[in-house]
């Protein structure tokens, strides 16, 4: 799933050096955290969101075939 992540947000941003990608596995669910540049973080998102929309729905059912719950969490 991390590389899943890392892959779709390298390809959006203009410094994919930057792009940072942490997991963190919880007993039920398991969270994501993106961590990009200060200028790449409205690639990400996206306008209203889609992009971190888009993302999220190809990571939950990712994650729905292999019967797992994953959080995504863009941060600053």
Avoid: C, F, W, Y
């Amino acid at each position: 799933m991390r590389e899943l992540i890392e892959i779709m947000a390298k390809a959006l941003v203009e410094n994919p050096e930057q792009v940072r990608v942490s997991e963190i596995a919880g007993e039920h669910t398991t969270v994501i955290e993106l961590r990009t540049a200060k200028e790449d973080l409205g690639k990400v998102i996206g306008k209203q969101g889609r992009n971190a929309r888009a993302i999220r729905t190809i990571l939950n059912a990712a994650a729905a075939k292999l019967r797992k719950r994953v959080v995504l969490e863009i941060i600053e």
